[in-house]
């Protein structure tokens, strides 16, 4: 199964250490906490990993991460425009299939991330 519909986020990582701190999971998993920080970040005490991941380049190059995660034009046309909008300079996106967050929210952070909406990602 793939995701077809996603909610994206332009994302700040000082590193890809930062990355993986900030999506690691606590197991196991705890009954009175969020399993991660981005999970406290959006609201949600559990999220099923397997439709959450972030695509990080160190140097920014935008292209390269959508050319990662097979963003079809429209999506990939969006995230570029946001990404132009942007007040800070995005390393990494990240995506999360439509049903995981019901109230997709930024996160002013460290690390910053900036919701752009729900866009479709590899869909047939």
Same mark, same amino acid.
């Given at each position: ?15 890809? *250490? ?56 429209? *999506? ?49």
């Amino acid at each position: 199964m793939e995701m077809e519909r996603c909610h994206l986020w332009l994302a700040r990582f000082a590193d890809r *250490t930062e990355v993986d701190d900030y999506f690691e999971e606590i197991v196991p998993y705890p009954d009175d906490r969020p399993i991660s920080l981005f999970a406290a970040d959006q609201g949600k005490r559990f999220y099923d990993h397997d439709w959450v991941f972030a695509e990080f380049h160190a140097g920014g190059n935008l292209g390269a991460i959508l050319d990662a995660i097979r963003a079809p034009a429209g *999506t990939r046309d969006a995230v570029l425009a946001a990404a132009a909008g942007a007040d800070f300079e995005c390393n990494a996106v990240v995506v999360a299939d439509e049903g995981e967050f019901p109230e997709p929210v930024s996160v002013v952070g460290p690390p910053r991330l900036e919701y752009i909406g729900c866009h479709p990602l590899w869909g047939k």
